[in-house]
């Protein structure tokens, strides 16, 4: 359908997920890597969280009489917000044109948002996406919608017009084998290939080679990154933090001197951020097993996950690829294009009093576990679906599948409702043999016995 292919930009604020790795230069293979830390801004997370709810970083979208024609008004207002944005979904903002239109736009929470057994948690990555063949952005809709505004509504086609500009170009590239899966990479490559790294400024023509292949991410829990020292699953997003969130002006931004100005707001984007505490598990937990796995937990997995509660800590180390064993076609996308990096390093983000650069990395960062029981599904590409699987690598189906049209999460199993399948069966199912979406790897957990697996996981329940 036009109106919910046009709406439903998932992939903005995700923009900076093509910053998935990190290089410290000469290092052992086969040792993991410290990551120092970064100085960060402070803000205040009160006006952080209006910002990042009601403010207009991206300051392009659909005219609001064609979305809500097309996608009617949102009944529940999770956000509690007033004004126009009390109807539309969480995901959207309400923003101002210059011409005094009003527009619709993507917001952060397209990403770092789920609605989770009715219920919205901020800062949770949303698993339930779709970047297949055509339901995010359909390059004919978007045409098919500026001709349209431009002959019956021009004040809303002049308002627009920009957006729909960058849409119709990104449109695309866009498309991921599975659903529930992140084509941020792509969405990043596609975007820096038609931005000046100085003025920030669009041109129609990329100025570089854009990957054939789209590598799937999952969205980590933005909870975790108070206690990290690098941003992405890899480490690769270094220095300022605030640089890397604001990352998705990239969409709509007009030139170097807009970015500046929300540039100037995100330190209290960041300080709402580091605010976010996971959720509690809502089930029943045993005490006693669950103290018997924190001790299996601390001798087995804490030297890289680190540690909770009253000796919280976190030793923020990346795991080379020769260790971790996991799907390598995340990190080595970036060794890969490397002028994708060399674009970001000599850009507007990597210049002033707190820059940002990209640092490399062969492997993945150990991350925090805080809240691990409501994230499924697990890896850095979402490819196992309950966290026992985690723990004993022969579990892991080859192929699976959800529910999308009714999800349920099982708090029990750690995972959403899911059923193991016997082969591929289009972009519903999950099919661990394509390239980007393997589930080697991380097979730490497999020398556990079944009691101490039980015991750990009884134990991931209170972190």
Known sequence: MLFRICFSLVFVVCLASFLLSSYTGAMDPEKPVPIPASKQRSGNAAKGYQYLTTGDYVKGGIPYDFFVLGKGKENRNYLNRTGLN??????????????????VAPNCMQCHAQVVNDSLYLGMGNTLIDFTAG??????????????LKANAPSKY???????QVAGTIAPYLSTAVRGVNAADRLAAVLVAHRDPLTLKWADTASMEIPAEVIPSDVPAWWLLRKKNAMFYNGFGRGDF???LMASNLLT???SSEAAEV???ISDVLAFIFSLRPPPYPGKIDASLAAKGREVFIDNCSKCHGKYGDEEEFPNLLIPAAIIQTDSALYKSNYQNPQF??????????QGDHPARLVPFDGYIAPPLDGVWSTAPYLHNGSVPFLEAVLDSRLRPAYWQRNFSNPRYDVEKMAWEYKAVDQPGGNQVYNT?????????????????????KAVLEYLKTI
């Open 341 to 350: 990096v060399n674009w970001f390093n000599k850009s507007w983000f990597a």
């Open 158 to 164: 002049e308002a627009s017009k920009d957006f729909l």
């Open 135 to 148: 339901q995010q952005l359909n390059p004919n809709a978007v045409k098919m919608m500026g001709t349209m």
């Open 242 to 244: 605030g640089r890397f």
């Open 86 to 103: 009390a109807t539309v979904s969480h995901d959207y903002t309400v923003v101002k044109a210059g011409n005094g239109e009003n527009l």
């Open 263 to 265: 540039d100037r707001q």
């Open 433 to 453: 043999s394509l390239n980007g979406y393997g589930n080697q790897g991380h097979t730490f957990g497999d020398k556990l016995s079944d009691a101490e697996r």
């Open 253 to 255: 931004v007009t030139d």
